[in-house]
């Protein structure tokens, strides 16, 4: 009976996610999957404003975002929380030190990600609200890229903490004052807009699958906040 209620669920499902969700929206894809193998997805990753876009343009079923709009009428739904850390090398000299002054980091080359990002976004809001003056040294619009920066010795940066899964060796947290920069993600739809059934069994089946992540602390991002690396 059930398989048969789970048949009943077709259609296509657009999501657009910002580019830290896809360390984890891709792979709870699988089981998803699984359950409604009826369903067919589109998945765009792209930064923050190209979703903003995106949104204004009703392109997709749903949208995850770490930063609630300030001009769109939209539905937001909290589930996870992003924090923004420090990256540097294994062999950084700051890497053994703790509680290292905000300030330390104006003298260090920074990797930045690209005009657009909301990771950029928060990082500058932080930095403009304490004075601090980074150098930054490259431009990047990848995470990823900027990981193989950072692991190759460019210098540092600051990413969602989701980037290092699955744990990258060569990169390190560092332990500066006023990190992490608290973030969330959301999911998000445009108010008043129905959501297609498949759509609705998307936002409850990941709503369901957080919980059973924060539950579990399966996800080393929760060690992370709470202390250890
Ligand atoms: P970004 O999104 O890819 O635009 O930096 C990440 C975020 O906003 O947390």
């Known amino acids: 009976k059930i398989a048969n209620l789970k048949g009943l669920k077709q ?13 984890f929206v891709p792979r709870l894809l699988g089981p998803f999957c699984q359950l409604y193998p009826g369903i067919d997805i589109s998945l765009q990753v792209t930064n923050h404003e190209r979703i903003l876009e995106r949104m204004t343009n009703n392109l997709d ?17 909290p589930f996870l929380e992003n924090p923004l850390v420090v990256f540097a090398s294994e062999n950084h000299p700051l890497a053994k030190e703790k509680n290292i002054p905000i300030e330390r980091l104006e003298n260090e080359p920074f990797i930045m990600r690209e005009p657009g990002s909301g990771t950029r976004r928060a990082v500058q809001s932080l930095f403009d609200e304490h004075d601090i003056k980074v150098k930054v040294k490259l431009e990047l619009g990848s995470n990823e890229a900027i990981k193989q920066a950072i692991a190759g010795g460019l210098g540092i940066s600051v990413l969602s903490r989701h980037t290092l899964m699955p744990n990258t060796p060569e990169i390190t947290i560092l332990d500066v004052e006023h990190f992490p920069i608290k973030r969330t993600w959301y999911m998000v739809y445009p108010n008043g807009k129905q959501l297609s059934i498949v759509a609705r069994t998307y936002f409850e089946y990941l ?23």
């Open 207 to 229: 709503l369901d699958a957080a919980n059973k992540m924060v539950e579990n602390r399966v996800s080393h991002v929760y060690s992370s906040v709470e202390g250890g690396n």
């Open 61 to 77: 079923d749903l949208y995850i975002i770490s930063q609630v709009p300030e001009h769109l009428d939209v539905n937001c739904h």
């Open 11 to 23: 259609g296509q499902l657009r999501l657009a996610v910002i580019t830290t969700a896809k360390y």
